[in-house]
């Protein structure tokens, strides 16, 4: 999302409870009065909205989803090569490509699924799908500020490789779509041995290790192994609320920068990331 001029457009019916998300990440982007980003909302996409997009570097098209992983997917697409779509349903693919065929080149494309749970004719959202949204929102306002930053001068995350250690392949998609839309190289290891093997091969600038793994304390051992192997990069313990364990670790003994509670909140890695890994 290179360029200063961002729509994010958000879409779907908030009278059917979880389908207003898109709408909702829309105001509530809104009400963050982010620089150069204007929000639009509505209950389907159509292909009036070609001729919105024709003014920007850049568009969101925010959306609820029923099978995106929790708490939301995020990832880029671009104009369909074909133009189809029927009059209740214009898809953003299908979108872009009228703007392209009609307005000059689109701008940079992007989806954001959120996840939703129940779509009844109701208003309102779900308790689970208000908190997927609370994420959601973090995740846009970062990435924007973010890139923002970057057109400033400041430096680019793009030479750093994250290490993420988790058993929870859900766990480790979601801390990958946070740090791959902010620029960095991502390393993923499902237990801690695979983990110690990755690491010595793809020298990672950072490692963030799950707490729990094969074992109670698998992600403490796999930190020990790491400090005697002499590895000089920072690492982050991954943690849920109820682990105990996490009250008798000794982040000093273990050469932790610190935990991060589970669910991450995006806006707070990224922001210990940059700063802990700033200047390298």
Known sequence: MSGSRVLILGYGNPGRED????????????????????????????????????????????????DAREPFSFGPTKAAETIAFTTHSVSPEAVLAICQDSFGPPPEAWVLAIRGYSFEFAEGLTDKARENLDRAVAFVKSKITSRKEQQMGSCSASKKTILIIDDDPDIRAAVRIILEAEGYSVGEAAGGEEGLKVAEKIKPDAIIIDLMMEEVDTGAQVARKLKDEEFAGPIWMLSAAGDTVQYNLDQRELGLAGIFQKPVDPARLVKTLKSKLAGG
């Open 19 to 66: 389908d207003g998300l898109g709408p909702a990440l829309a105001e509530r982007c809104g009400a963050l009065g982010l620089p150069g980003v204007t929000v639009d909302s509505d209950y389907q996409l159509n292909i009036e909205h070609a001729a919105d997009l024709s003014g920007y570097d850049a568009v969101i098209f925010a959306d609820a989803s029923v």
